[in-house]
Structure formats: structure tokens, C-alpha cells
């Protein structure tokens, strides 16, 4: 097996193993860590097809994670994998009414961020000892809604390392919000922030990349990582359920081995497609992916142009996962169309930091052969929850009805006939005001009322772990001004 290193997408830097980049999270230079290049699976996939998830994680895992060794990485996935999910698939794939959709909502936090992030805290602690690390791990997160409690959750009681999270104070859903702020865990801290997910963000990144804190920091006792799909860690077990969904495809007779799928993926940070994407590269037939924005669409506008500018109006939107103007894993997806040159990365994202936009060195068509962009407008989202519901009773998330609209239009305009998978972000019981709206039902007040109005429209149990969330003591209470993260992390730290 070929031993993978990863690189900064910046270009400067020596290589470093797989563990060093989980642990220190971003490179020094600012850019992401890239693997220097991507691994081909090495198993046929007749072999993978019967393959359980956890066996299946392991194929895929051990081709990026070379430096684990293998009873590590098993460890790591057995851990993660487990009856935390409420279904022992642990991402299923249905077909209502003809579709194609893969649950990734299964976890512990009901979104699809617990695919990655129950198994990066035992990554991250393993690297840990594997690096020698003698300073705590400081987790700092920024999060549109779901990476929040996923991160909560993996890393709560986790012994050295503590997580301080950064949420848009208006941005996120009820439940969101709720599921964060009942944290329980004495290593936990959530923020919310007067501002939206760019803000938190960009605070996050800043204090990443802020040498003189990282000494400061050092000299306390603490190094700070990250939870963001920015962490190599998070991207890597993604790619597992691309693999997953075609084999499970295959295993419902909806496909052929070797038959080509396309993904249609609901996309704000651009983690989730680049795991499709890495998919892709190791030889998954998979045809094209199609990338599905919500109304702040700077993604579907760069893929028609080859210009990405987020010099724009922000919506908050009923699919609040998904309200980002500054798409962090894009950089990855850039440094492999500028043919792995770090100087020219350098340049668009300096580009992208002071003028809020950048334009593509060379012509745009170079992502036409794997990728195809649109985004669905909240008439076109609540369109499509309240039609799949009326022709199946499924009920979709908003997040996930972005996907649905935009692949049917992908279906319409191009006329590809190729099989299409619907990734699935989130559960219902996340977002039950926008899902009772769209369908037109009666939409009670308070939060019990809602999600027992959605059990009974849908014919689904409440899920145990909304229930657990409306009746916890609310335990986070800290606010901060966007300028404020990097004070509100020191107070928190008692530096
Ligand atoms: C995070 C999230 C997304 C966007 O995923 P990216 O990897 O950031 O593109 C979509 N839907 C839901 C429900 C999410 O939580």
C-alpha cells in the first residue's frame, strides 16, 4: 500500500503524515492539507459489495490514514460506527416514489455531520499519541447549524482536548440551537455570535492562522485544531459513503456492478461533493456530480462562470446549513484544477480575502467533466417537500429538497438518464416549522406541538434524541460580537 502525505494547498511547507494534518487541522500557511495524491481503492468492488459499513470505512480509511495502523483504525471506526446510529445500516438508502435517496442522518445529532465526526475525536485522540502531543487540543469549530452539536457530541468528555464552538446567533433552527446549548460535558463551550456562518468562520480561521497566538497558546499548555471539514479528518471518512451508497445500490438491484450514478449533493462548505469527488478519483463509476446551492448561490454562479464572488447578498434561508458565502473546501477542488500549483491557490484565496472574489485562470469548462451546478429558491424548496410528500408521504428536509429540485432540473435540462442518488443531509425533526409549512399542514407553536404534528403527517416516531433535547437544562449561555472570538476563547481558556 502506497504511503499517502498531505501537502498545503498554498504550497509552502514539507509534507506531513495523515495523523500530523487530523491534528493540527490547517496548515501554517493557511491553506488545507491535500493529500499528495489521491488514493486508488485497491479491492474490486465485488469484493466491497458485501461488506458491512464498518468493514467498508476500513477499505477506504486505511488507503488515506497510512500512518494508523490497522488496529488503530479499526479501533477508531468500531468506536464510531456503533448503535449511536439508530439503524444498524448506519447510512440506509430508500426509494420513494422512484427516487434514490442516501440517509445520512442517522446519527447521534440527526444531520449528516455525524458521519464524519463520530469518528474524528478518535482520529484526533489517536493522532495525538501517535504525534507525542504534550499540550491540550483546543477544538475550535464555527458552524452554520449541524457541525456544532456533532462536534459537541463526539468530542464531549473526551479526555485533553476541549471544543469551544461559534454558531450564528440568528442563523441556526430551534432545535439546532437547542441540541447546542444543552451540551452537557465539562469540556464543552458554545458561543453564539452576532453575525453569520462567514463570520464565524473567517473569526475561526483567523485565530487558526494567528502565529502569535499559536505561541501563546503553546506556552499555556494548549494547540489549537479544528473540526471543520477544512480537517482532512473530516473529508476522509466521507468518501466511505459514496462507496456505501453504490454498493447498496447494487445490493437493491438499481444498478449493475460498473453501472455509472450520478450524487446530487445539497452543498454549502463544499465537504460533502469533494468526499464525492475523491470518490470519483479512486474509481467509484460515479458519472456526474451535480452541486445543489440554496438561494446564496455563489457556488452554481461559479461553476457557470469560473468567477466566485461573495461580494453578494446573504439570505438567511429555511435550509440554514447551507447559507454560506465563503465555500472553505472549494480551495481543495481549486488547487487540483491549478494542477497542484500552490503559488496560483495563494493568489485566488489572497484574492478572495481582500477583494471577496476571484476569477478562475483558466477556462471554466475544465469542471464541466465531473460537476453541474443549479440552486432551488425557497419557492422551488417548499415545492419540492410538498410534492414528494403528496405523491409518497416522505417527508424530506429543506436541505435535502434543494438536492431534489435541483436534480430533477438537472434531469430536465440535460437529459442524462443516468442513475441519480440524492444525498440526503438531515433529518425532518430538525427543521419541522419549514417541512409543516411546505406541506401546507397546521403549524403549532411550540416545539413538542411541532414535532408531534410531523409524526403524525409523516407516520415517523420522534426521534429519542429530540425528545431528550426539549426536556434538558439549557447549560450555554455566552454571547460575542464577530470581532470578539479570539477574546471570547482566551476568557473561556482563563488566559
Ligand atoms: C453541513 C450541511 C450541508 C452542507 O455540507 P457541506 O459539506 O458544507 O457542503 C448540507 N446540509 C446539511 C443538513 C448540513 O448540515
Known amino acids: 500500500m502506497e504511503n499517502i502525505v498531505y501537502k498545503s494547498t498554498r504550497g509552502h511547507g514539507e509534507p506531513v503524515s495523515a495523523s500530523y494534518a487530523i491534528v493540527h487541522g490547517i496548515a501554517a500557511d493557511g491553506g488545507l492539507f491535500v493529500p499528495q495524491q489521491l488514493p486508488v481503492m485497491d479491492k474490486e468492488l465485488s469484493e466491497l459489495v458485501d461488506m458491512n459499513y464498518r468493514e467498508l470505512a476500513y477499505e477506504v480509511m486505511k488507503l488515506y490514514l497510512t500512518d494508523f495502523s490497522e488496529d488503530e483504525l479499526k479501533y477508531c471506526i468500531e468506536r464510531a460506527y456503533d448503535d449511536k446510529f439508530d439503524t444498524k445500516a448506519i447510512a440506509p438508502m430508500v426509494h420513494p ?34 504525534q507525542d502531543l504534550e499540550e491540550e487540543i483546543v477544538i475550535l469549530t464555527a458552524t452554520s447549524g449541524d457541525t456544532g452539536k456533532a462536534a459537541l457530541e463526539g468530542f464531549a468528555n473526551v479526555s485533553g482536548v476541549r471544543i469551544i464552538v461559534f454558531y450564528p446567533k440568528d442563523g441556526v433552527s430551534t432545535i439546532q440551537r437547542l441540541q447546542m446549548v444543552t451540551q452537557q460535558g465539562d469540556n464543552t463551550h458554545v458561543v453564539a455570535m452576532k453575525g453569520n456562518f462567514d463570520d464565524a ?24 485544531s479544528s473540526a471543520n471539514s477544512i480537517n482532512i479528518g473530516r473529508l476522509v471518512p466521507q468518501v466511505v459513503y459514496y462507496y456505501w451508497a453504490y454498493l447498496q445500490m447494487v445490493r437493491d438491484r438499481k444498478i449493475q456492478l460498473g453501472d455509472k450514478v450520478n450524487f446530487c449533493v445539497p452543498t454549502g462548505n463544499f465537504g460533502n461533493i469533494l468526499a464525492a469527488y475523491y470518490a470519483k478519483a479512486m474509481g467509484l463509476p460515479v458519472g456526474k456530480l451535480v452541486c445543489a446551492s440554496n438561494s446564496n448561490n455563489v457556488l452554481t454562479d461559479f461553476f457557470h462562470t469560473g468567477r466566485y464572488d461573495a461580494n453578494r447578498q446573504f ?80 417527508v424530506m428536509d429543506p436541505h435535502t429538497a434543494v438536492a431534489y429540485s435541483v436534480a430533477e432540473r438537472y434531469q430536465n435540462e440535460t437529459g442524462d438518464d443516468t442513475t441519480m442518488v440524492i444525498v440526503s443531509t438531515a433529518s425532518p425533526y430538525k427543521f419541522p416549522t419549514s417541512i409543516l409549512q411546505a406541506v401546507e399542514a397546521e403549524v403549532p407553536e411550540d416545539e413538542s406541538s411541532l414535532m408531534q404534528k410531523l409524526s403524525e403527517i409523516s407516520g415517523t416516531p420522534i426521534p429519542q434524541r429530540v425528545k431528550q433535547v426539549l426536556n434538558s437544562p439549557i447549560r450555554h449561555h455566552r454571547v460575542c460580537e464577530k470581532e470578539k472570538a479570539l477574546a471570547e476563547v482566551r476568557g473561556i481558556l482563563g488566559l
Open 201 to 224: 468562520q473567517r473569526s475561526v480561521k483567523e485565530i487558526f492562522t494567528n502565529q502569535d497566538e499559536a505561541v501563546r497558546m503553546k506556552n499555556a499548555g494548549y494547540m489549537f
Open 97 to 130: 416514489n422512484g427516487t434514490n435517496i442516501l440517509e445520512l442522518f442517522h446519527g447521534a445529532t440527526l444531520a449528516f455531520k455525524d458521519m464524519a465526526l463520530s469518528v474524528l475525536p478518535y482520529l484526533m485522540t489517536t493522532a495525538a499519541r501517535k
Open 315 to 394: 439570505y438567511i434561508t429555511t435550509s440554514p446549513s447551507m447559507d454560506i458565502l465563503v465555500s472553505s473546501n472549494l480551495e481543495r477542488l481549486i488547487y487540483l484544477v491549478c494542477k497542484e500549483d500552490g503559488a496560483q491557490v495563494q493568489e485566488l484565496m489572497d484574492s478572495l480575502r481582500q477583494r471577496g472574489s476571484y476569477t478562475l485562470p483558466m477556462d471554466k469548462s475544465v469542471l464541466e467533466e465531473d460537476f453541474w451546478a443549479e440552486f432551488a429558491d425557497e419557492y422551488a424548496t417548499d415545492n419540492a417537500i410538498r410534492t414528494i410528500y403528496q405523491k409518497s408521504g416522505y
